[in-house]
């Protein structure tokens, strides 16, 4: 993908969340389907910590040369307490995390795009990424994340 659609793009996504976030049923939002598996906002929590990172690195890497960065990996205790969040409170969260995440990407030049941030992911092994790949991985994580909340991931098409 280009990268001067992705800040559009991301925005364009968490319209969709909120409008799941604020269709969905209480219930469904929570239920874990089963262990390994989130709930829906879980997810949407999921996304909007995400979310805030990517502009964190995205700020350090047009700020410093090659910043190094560990892994994003909520706690046990982090993903469980997102599935207490209001619904509300998430969407409106989501949607300035989005913005502020687009507001960056909008302000970046051209040669900033390929500026390279390190992810130290510990046992995963280190990788480099471009302030374009961090932020297609955004875009890519608020549409795959909502496929996993609505449970349409991995829907069979046929049915």
């Not at 307490?81 to 949607?95: F, H, I, K, M, R």
Request: glycine share 6%; proline share 6%; hydrophobic share 40%.
């Amino acid at each position: 993908m280009d990268p001067e659609v992705l800040a559009a793009l991301i925005v364009e996504l968490i319209e969709s969340w909120r409008e799941f976030l604020v269709a969905a049923d209480e219930e469904y939002l929570r239920h874990i389907p089963e262990p390994g598996v989130f709930s829906p906002i879980q997810y949407g929590a999921h996304v909007n910590g995400m979310l805030r990172v990517a502009g964190d690195r995205v700020t350090l890497g047009r700020e410093q040369d090659n910043p190094v960065v560990p892994i994003f990996n909520p706690p046990q205790e982090e993903w469980a307490a997102y599935n207490e969040l209001e619904v509300e409170v998430l969407a409106a969260e989501l949607e300035a995390n989005a913005r502020r995440l687009a507001d960056m990407l909008d302000s970046l030049d051209d040669s900033e795009w390929s500026r390279t941030v390190i992810n130290d992911r510990g046992p995963y092994g280190v990788y480099s990424f471009t302030l374009a790949g961090i932020a297609r991985n955004a875009a890519h994580e608020c549409h795959h994340h909502l496929l996993d909340a609505k449970g349409t991931l991995n829907a069979d098409s046929s049915s």
